[in-house]
């Protein structure tokens, strides 16, 4: 299962006057993504978002966009599903021998109990 949330920071408001209209920049730990987000597409997790997030340098980070922050958030992989039948918990999936997460591509249309999708 893949998150449906991204940690990342605000660290940018954007207030266009003529609109009325509020937008977003965010960063993750990974870099500062490049699209400008709405109040509602937001969900508080300041209780929960971890240290480093908090005291990130935004300074310093070069820009990714949503998809690559998804991307790397999720150990997405591109390329070599595995397409394994079992549990994915031995070295004989190829994944888990490459200390890769398997992803949704891995078990399309199969219903598997992957164990190294978490």
């Known amino acids: 299962m893949a998150p449906s949330i991204l940690p990342c920071k605000i660290i940018q ?5 003529e ?17 400008s987000f709405s109040s509602s597409d937001f969900v508080d997790l300041s209780e929960t978002v971890s240290v480093e997030l908090r005291q990130i340098d935004s300074t310093v980070k070069s820009n990714i966009t ?7 958030f999720t150990n ?35 219903i598997v109990s992957c164990t190294n999708n978490s």
């Open 76 to 110: 997405y992989k591109s390329i070599h599903p595995c397409k394994c039948t079992g549990l994915c918990d031995t070295n004989r999936c190829p994944c888990k021998r490459q200390s890769v997460k398997c992803c949704s591509k891995c078990h399309r249309g199969k």
């Open 13 to 17: 408001v954007v207030i266009h006057q």
């Open 19 to 35: 609109s009325f209209n509020t937008l977003y920049k965010v960063t993750t730990l990974h870099g500062i993504i490049t699209d």
């Open 66 to 72: 949503f998809i690559q922050a998804c991307q790397i």
